[in-house]
């Protein structure tokens, strides 16, 4: 098992950046791929970013490649979303998830899931 808690989302206006953090309960964070997930209201779950169990490969979405970075720390069971140049658009509820291969945009792919964190961007 594996418990996912998401920190570090708020309000900012458009251009701003916010680093998102998730911890990891358990000692097999460091066998999974990482991903964050975001969904805004009346929207489905949309694919972010993922990186690969030793952080060496990561995979983006169109929208956010070269603006979100992911990252991870194994030895502190962290995973990190650093979102640069945020734009209203971003506005969403941002999830990170966990699961046994990397480089899948497919939510169902994913076996651990946290509760969420908003980040509102205004213009």
């Known amino acids: 098992q594996v418990q996912l808690v998401e920190s570090g989302g708020g309000l900012v206006q458009a251009g701003a950046s916010l680093r998102l953090s998730c911890t990891a309960s358990g000692r097999t964070f460091s066998h999974n791929a990482m991903a964050w997930f975001r969904q805004a209201p009346g929207k489905e779950r949309e694919f972010v970013a993922a990186i690969s169990r030793s952080g060496g490969n990561t995979y983006y979405a169109g929208p956010v490649n070269g603006r979100f970075p992911i990252s991870r720390d194994n030895a502190k069971g962290t995973v990190f979303l650093q979102m640069n140049n945020l734009k209203p658009e971003d506005t969403a509820v941002y999830y990170c998830?966990?699961?046994?291969?990397?480089?899948?945009?497919?939510?169902?792919?994913?076996?651990?899931w946290g509760q969420g964190t908003q980040v509102t961007v205004s213009s």
């Open positions: 998830a966990a699961g046994p291969t990397y480089g899948t945009s497919w939510y169902k792919d994913y076996d651990y």
